[in-house]
Structures are given as C-alpha cells and as structure tokens.
C-alpha cells in the first residue's frame, strides 16, 4: 500500500485546498495517521473510499480521543551574555498546548485486503458546541460507532443523522470519558434514605429530569 | 371507556397511519420489545413500529449493561485490564484476551514464543467451536425449537469449557493469555484431552446438522429472511460470519495473517444470498474448518517456554505511540486500540466491538418482515450484551 506521504500528494492534488498533515507516531509497529481538517474531511473521505488505488471501502474503527490542555516542556538553546563571554545555555521551555478532542478513524480495504490508513479530526476546543464532520454517509459503519463519540466524549459530529446518546440514558448530563470527568459517588435514580449521596447523585441529571 | 381503553402501559403507543392524500387509514403500533424479551439474549430493546405485522421501523435500543469499561481500563495498568476482557463477550474470553494481548506486543515490541501460538491458535479455535454451536442453539431456539438442540450445544460446550478449566482454572473467565506468550503451559495429558474432542466433535456437527441442515421448519423461517446486500454489509463495517455470509470474502486469518495463522490449510467458507440461512451454514461450515486447523496445530504443536523471558508483566510501560491490534473473533473483528503516553495505564484504551457494530444494520435486515422474523434475524447477528454494551 502507499505511504502516508505518497497519499498526501495524491489527496493535495485531488482535492485542492485540504490542509492535511502526516502525524508521527513513535510506536514501531504502529501507523502514522492523516490529520485532515473538518472543511475538506468529508471530500478526503469520499476520495479515499472511492479511488481506485486505495479503495478503502471499510472503516473498521472509530473513535474519540480527549487531549486537555497541558504543559509541554521543551529544551531550547539560548545564547548568553555573561561577564563579557557569549555562552550557549540550555533553558527549559514551557508551552501550552491547549486542549481539543480528536476523532480517529482506521480505514481498511476490504476489496484489495490492505490497510490501515489512520484518519484524523480534531476540533478547535473542548467545548461540546465545536464541531467535527460526521463520516456516516461515507461509511455507514460509523452510525453507531459515531454515536458512541458523541455520547462518550461529547463531541459534535455535523451531519449525522441520528446523534443521541447511545449507551448512556437521555436524561444523563456530562461526557464520561473525557479527563475531567467526575463520576458521582452513586448513580442510583430511585429515592434512597441516603439523601447526601443522592444529592451527589443529582448533579449529573439535566433539568428536565430533575423537576 | 371501556375496561380496556382505561389501561395505560407504556409498552405500546397507537400512532396514526395515513394514506397518499392524508386521509387516516388505519394505526401503526409502536411496541417496545424488550429488554426483557427472553429472544434479545440479554437486556436489549428494540422500539419496533408495526403495521400489522409488518415491521415499519425499529430502533435498537441497548447499554443496560455499560459499565464503561474502557474508563475502567485507562485507570489500571495494562496487565489489570486482561481479567476485564474475559467479561466483554462471556462466550470468547480466549478470543477476547488474545486480540488485547496482540495489540498491547505490537505497542511495546513484544515477541510470542512458537509453543504459545500453537496455543493460542488451539484456544481461539476451541472458543470459535461452542460460540458458534451455542449460537446455532439460541438460534433455533428463537424459532420455537425449544430445548432440544440448545441442550445438545451445550453438552458439547460442556466439553471444551472443562478444557478451558483443566488449563486455566475457569470455565468461562479464562483470563489466560497474556503479552508475550500465555500464562502456563498445556499438560500432554490435556493435548490428548483435546485431540479426542477434536476427533469426536466432527460426528456431533453430523448429528446437529440431521437435526438441522433440512429442516423443514428450519428452511421456511430463515431462506430469504433478513437478505443483507454485499455493498451494505461493506459499507456498515459488517465482520464475522455474518459479512462472509454476504458473499464478502474477509477473514482476518486469511488477510491479517496475524499469530501464526499462514501455516494451517483452512478454507474461507462463504455465503452467496446473505440471508439468516446462509449464516447458519457458514457459522456450521466454519465450525469444520476450526476443526482442520485444530487438527493440525495439536499434530504440530512444539515443545517449548510458554513465555517471551523479557516480557515484563506488572508496570509495563510502552513507549509513547499508538498502536490497532485485531484479530478475527468468532463473533467478527475484535480490535484493540491503545494509546500509550509512557506511563503504566494506556492514556485511551478503546475496544472495537464485532457485535455492537453489526447492530448497525439491524433495522435494514428486518424492514417489511413480520415481527416474528426480527427475532430471528437477531438471533442470527449473533450478539452478546456484554460486548456491546461493554
């Protein structure tokens, strides 16, 4: 199958303007996916299902990936100036990567048996409104698959065509698998003696439930 | 009103049903069957709405059972979510534990020495024989052939899960791979255990298939039921039996090669109108290529360690990456996707579940059948909560 880079090319070519970047990954075995950002991502998708070289007619696998914002220390040579002699000093420098969520998608060919191209979108932060472009129409194998990312992670994909919760219940409040989730100490719905626990418990209801 | 018309349920709902020109020309009824429906092999609900009898939409609706398991899982070390796989489909726990094994070596570089792939192999291949002789047991028990076969799997799944018991210390929660090879080693004792399965397990699959192959029951309800189409069963991400059913030829055995499955000579059986008959006899004649392929690791089967000596089981730590590890279940592709970022838990540990994704296509296979016919269309997707729930 191709490189990473030889379907970049092919990808800049036919579908003009998409910005897409090869990320690393340091793992050995592991594959290096195609960052591809959400105006083109639908077109990419079309493209890599359809072209006949590639033919990535399976998208085995889809999932979310919550990335919170965090320090990333770097060490940077800096040239300095002391008792009239220039010396080169390593400085520990600290950047701030700020968070998004990331949607990632392994695509197989089932007619040509190879594979996988790992597909990526991300979004421009962790708040539930930023969208990313749901593949659905593409791969219907994503429905449920999609559905899980939203309900999970909260992320919103455009153009899906049936975003609910699908594991956990309508009335629920919060994304479970981010970071930063809290669970609560009980989850029971049915009044209980407990009332401390179930006061903890009703801060993860919505509204609607709670009246 | 009526004694009748004062009950409320919430289990069905009356809705309007109108012609061309708007005119109301009868009811359509929106039944909720289930979770607990004895049919929906677990705590599963499908919001049907009939017309008649005739299924005009469904709605699967399941995670009565979500416990979250892959949060679970990015809390504890790589090695303390291996007993938690036993427990996303009960039915293959060897399965399960070898697709999370072969992702967790090929993120930290690991080899498997030659003893513990022929094991693994024997262990997957027994796993694959009573999932899909239960299945064909619920299966036709869904279609009203109550007890009998059902009770002639499970005296056979007896066998194996005492197999699995002699070896690993549990019949169901095997809990028994591990990365880099397995966690102890086989008796010959147990090899020759297991060579008398495999070589009387050919003439039960003879006696399940004179009770079941042509019968006439058997044949009305299932030929032409549920038909999915070779482009949908690609599109929808279908694995396992039930894509192969569909004329797709995509065994991971085959494609993948992973373990060390290049060196047993098996066949691909494959369906040609992929309907809830051809998975039937695709699971059956699946179940006689197992078969070969035990036959010939029990004869080839080395002698040897049972585990790589630099594998590191407690505080493994990869290296920061990625890495999709997936092998072909008996339900259909189990894969693993783990990001390391170095430290002792995986930072995104996500499981990609056969069944829950071949529920995908549920309600396309059962449009414009009877209701009776959902329940064994979904007895042939061949689902199990735990996993798709997980």
Sequence with gaps: METPEQIKLRLETAVPGAKIEILPNDCPAGERSLLVDTAHVLAVAKFLRDDTQLRLDFCSNVTGVDWPEAEIAEKIKVKQVGDGVEKEVEELKKNVRPGFLEVVYHLYSMELKHGPVVLRQRTANRDAKAPVVSLTLVWRGCEFQEREVFDLFGIRLEGHPDLRRILMWDGFKGFPMRKDYVPPDDFEYEPTPHDKVLAEARKHYSPEVKT | ?390
């Design chain 2, 1 to 390: 009103m009526n004694a009748v018309g004062e009950r409320t349920s919430q289990n069905y709902e009356i809705l309007p049903k109108t012609g061309e020109t708007g005119e109301p020309i009868g009811e359509f009824l929106e039944v909720s069957m289930g979770p607990q429906h004895p049919s929906t092999h677990g705590v599963f609900r499908m919001d049907v709405v009939l017309d008649g009898e005739k299924v005009v939409k469904l709605k699967p609706v399941f995670g009565y059972l979500h416990r979250n398991h892959e949060k679970i899982a990015e809390n504890i070390s790589y090695l303390g979510s291996m007993p938690y796989t036993d427990r996303l489909d009960y039915f293959c726990s060897m399965t399960n534990n070898w697709a999370y094994a072969l992702a967790v070596e090929k993120l930290a570089g690991l080899a498997v020495p030659e003893r513990a792939e022929y094991i693994r192999v024997i262990m997957a291949e027994l796993t694959r024989l009573q999932n899909h002789t239960c299945l064909i047991g619920f299966f036709v028990q869904d279609m009203g052939a109550l007890g009998t076969p059902l009770m002639y799997a499970f005296r056979e799944r007896e066998k194996i899960l005492d197999l699995f018991e002699s070896v690993s210390g549990a019949r169901m929660m095997c809990n028994y791979m591990r990365f880099g090879g397995v966690r102890c080693d086989v008796t010959p004792d147990w090899l020759v255990q297991a060579k008398q399965l495999v070589n009387d397990y050919g003439k039960f699959l003879d006696e399940y298939e004179t009770l079941l192959t042509e019968n006439e029951i058997l044949l009305a309800r299932s030929q032409g039921v549920g038909v999915l189409s070779r482009e949908l069963a690609v599109n929808a991400s279908i694995t396992g039996p039930m894509l192969r059913a569909s004329g797709v030829n995509y065994d991971l055995r085959k494609v993948d090669r992973y373990g060390i499955y290049n060196r047993f000579d098996f066949k691909v059986p494959l369906g040609e109108h992929g309907d809830t008959y051809d998975r039937y006899m695709v699971r059956i004649l699946e179940m006689r290529e197992s078969l070969k392929i035990l036959q010939q690791a029990l004869r080839d089967i080395p002698s040897g360690p049972v585990m790589d000596p630099k594998a590191k089981l407690r505080g493994l730590r990869p290296k920061a990456g990625e890495a999709y590890g997936r092998i072909e279940a008996p339900k259909g592709e189990l894969g693993f996707y783990l990001i390391s970022d170095g430290m002792a838990n995986p930072y995104r540990y996500r499981v990609r579940p056969p069944s829950f994704i071949n529920l995908t296509i549920l309600e396309d296979m059962c449009l414009g059948h009877r209701i009776a016919d959902t329940v064994v269309i979904l007895g042939s997707v061949d689902i199990v909560l735990g996993e798709v729930d997980r």
